[in-house]
T-cell receptor, first 113, second 113 residues
Framework: DTGVSQDPRHKITKRGQNVTFRCDPISEHNRLYWYRQTLGQGPEFLTYFQNEAQLEKSRLLSDRFSAERPKGSFSTLEIQRTEQGDSAMYLC???????????FGPGTRLTVL | SQQGEEDPQALSIQEGENATMNCSYKTSINNLQWYRQNSGRGLVHLILIRSNEREKHSGRLRVTLDTSKKSSSLLITASRAADTASYFCATDGEIQGAQKLVFGQGTRLTINP
């Protein structure tokens, strides 16, 4: 499968715990994006990388959120001290620099109890 | 915040009929894209239309773009049960940043057999 993959697909955690999600983009894509989607809404942009550089962060990304893409390939999104309001689907997408189509992974559904 | 608004929010039609969804946006754009999302899954890219294009076709899909009215429409002809999903428009442009997509809230389409 050469599409975008995300792991885990589902995560249930207790409030206050830390969680980490992983995204593996399409191999030749140098841009990687994270979005968050709550029920009944469209996805909202969180951050994006070009290769290993994080070039933009949304105001939605509080200081409890951190994202990395250390070697310009896979990326991780960590949420520290989770809150119930963090419950959402976290979507990863990738694209080539020269094109605008973003290809999405299946998402990680986070439930904070 | 959401850039676009889809209309209608929900649409239910009989199999074989055509489905039309509309999207309006607020700021100037470079591109407008349409995505499909099956319940609880990731987004599937359907079609991209650039700001200098007025119409584009892909299989049973027809997209129009009117930049003077800041609106787009997606037409699905000869609908099938498998077309049941939520449909989102997404824009990128100079103001919100050419690198990130800004999504509308989506149209939930139900095709009745």
């Amino acid at each position: 499968d050469t599409g975008v993959s995300q792991d885990p697909r589902h995560k249930i955690t207790k409030r206050g715990q830390n969680v980490t999600f992983r995204c593996d983009p399409i191999s030749e894509h140098n841009r990687l994006y994270w979005y968050r989607q709550t029920l009944g809404q469209g996805p909202e942009f969180l951050t994006y990388f070009q290769n290993e550089a994080q070039l933009e962060k949304s105001r939605l990304l509080s200081d409890r959120f951190s994202a990395e893409r250390p070697k310009g390939s896979f990326s991780t999104l960590e949420i520290q001290r989770t809150e119930q309001g963090d419950s959402a689907m976290y979507l990863c997408a990738s694209s080539l620099v020269s094109y605008n189509e973003q290809f999405f992974g299946p998402g990680t559904r986070l439930t904070v109890l | 915040s959401q850039q676009g608004e889809e209309d209608p929010q929900a649409l239910s039609i009989q199999e074989g009929e055509n489905a039309t969804m509309n999207c309006s946006y607020k700021t100037s754009i470079n591109n407008l894209q349409w995505y499909r999302q099956n319940s609880g899954r990731g987004l599937v890219h359907l079609i991209l239309i650039r700001s200098n294009e007025r119409e584009k076709h892909s299989g049973r899909l027809r997209v129009t773009l009117d930049t003077s009215k800041k609106s787009s429409s997606l037409l699905i002809t000869a609908s099938r049960a498998a077309d049941t999903a939520s449909y989102f428009c997404a824009t990128d442009g100079e103001i919100q940043g050419a690198q990130k997509l800004v999504f509308g809230q989506g149209t939930r389409l139900t095709i009745n057999p």
